[in-house]
Every structure is written in C-alpha cells, then in structure tokens.
C-alpha cells in the first residue's frame, strides 16, 4: 500500500518567505509526527498530532514554525519569515496507534528546504 | 537536544564483513529502537528492542541492550553493498518522544 509521502521533496526559500510543507500519512494512522534533520545529525523532534489534535508542540524552535492536521488526516508545517537556520531536511512519520504505543512510525521521504 | 550517541561516527569494511555499531543513552528507557536512513528509502524502522531484553535478533541483524551501561549494540553480519546507510538509534523519553544520536554512517565497498 501507499506509504507517507511529503511535497514537495525540495523547496528554496529566499530568507523572509513563509513556506508550506505538506505530510499525507498512511491511511487511518492515528499519529502523525513532525521532525527536523540538520545536515549530518538525527532528526529532532518538532511536534506531535493524535488525530487532529496537536498534542505537543514542545519541538517547534519558534513561534514562526505552526502545523496543522484539521481533518486528522493531511498535516501541513508552515514556515514563516525563514531564516537561513530553517534550512534542514523535514521529515514527518505516521503511526497506527497513540503515542503511548509501541508502534513503529513510518517515515515519508521529506522535504529538505534551503532558505537562501 | 539528542540523548544518543552513536560509535563510530563512520564506518567503512568490505563486502561480507561485520559491521558493529554503538549507541549510548542518557535517561532510563522503555524501548530502544533502531532505524536505517539512505537516500533511496529514507529513514525505516529496523528492530525495536525493550527494556527488559538483552538481546534481539532480525535476520542478519542482532541488537544488544544493556540497561546497566545504557548502551545498545547492533550487529550487521554478512554486510552487502545495500546496507550502505546511516544508522541512527532512538529512544523514548517520558513524554513518548523519540529522541535521537547523529548517526553512524556505514559505507561497504564492494
């Protein structure tokens, strides 16, 4: 079946634009989960959805960084005002149960952003 | 912030050879796992082992845990040009989140 897929898979961003990163998880997962990668290290985690609540948020580094998952389904992070430190890769996972699970989260291939 | 660290930073063997590589922790654990990320498939799930086993088999791949060292080994036996990836360890804080190393990155030459 279909798995997690991110788009788009690259952006550049002049620094000051505010960009949109979308997450389709796979189809009924539960979790949905926010993570950025630095160049060279593991990813850091941004924030957490169980369905469409936004349950932690305790990852975003700014208050520029803001993500969404209305429907519990789709979930985007937007970006506003970038700034050349936003460049990274951005992944998101889905996971079929609650966090408090011990299911393995699906990874989608990421967007990785380069704010110039 | 990353809790783990992954030794070696990287590693290059042969075809066929074994490829062993450590992750150390900070905090007390639930699980432990382990993911594999290259740029064809990127980040997927490997073994997850738990706070009460030693150790975990998965193919060619067998993890250790020690939570007395807080330290997890994994074990790639019969390495193949595929394998060629970075190997990162993850572990669960109290607040469910995973938390990650940089990473070993495991080249094979053919």
């Known amino acids: 079946g279909a798995g997690v897929s991110q788009s788009p898979r690259y952006k550049v961003a002049k620094r000051g634009q505010d960009v949109a990163l979308r997450c389709d998880p796979i189809?009924?997962?539960?979790?949905l989960f926010w993570y950025q990668q630095a160049l060279g290290q593991g990813p850091e985690f941004l924030t957490y959805?169980?369905?469409?609540?936004?349950?932690?948020k305790s990852g975003l580094p700014s208050d520029r960084f803001f993500a969404e998952r209305p429907e519990g389904s789709v979930s985007t992070l937007k970006i506003q005002r970038t700034q050349q430190e936003d460049s990274a890769v951005y992944l998101c996972a889905s996971s079929l149960g609650d966090r408090a699970s011990y299911n393995e989260q699906f990874f989608g291939p990421g967007t990785r952003l380069t704010v110039l | 912030s990353q809790q783990g660290e992954e030794d070696p930073q990287a590693l290059s063997i042969q075809e066929g050879e074994n490829a062993t590589m450590n992750c150390s922790y900070k905090t007390s654990i639930n699980n432990l796992q382990w993911y594999r990320q290259n740029s064809g498939r990127g980040l997927v799930h490997l073994i997850l082992i738990r706070s009460n086993e030693r150790e975990k088999h998965s193919g060619r791949l067998r993890v250790t845990l020690d939570t007395s060292k807080k330290s997890s080994s994994l074990l790639i036996t019969a390495s193949r040009a595929a394998d060629t990836a970075s190997y990162f360890c993850?572990?669960?804080?109290?607040?469910?989140?995973?938390?990650w190393g940089a990473g070993t990155k495991l080249i094979i030459k053919p």
């Open positions: 993850a572990t669960r804080d109290s607040n469910y989140q995973l938390i």
């Open positions: 189809s009924g997962h539960v979790s």
């Open positions: 959805f169980q369905n469409e609540a936004q349950l932690d």
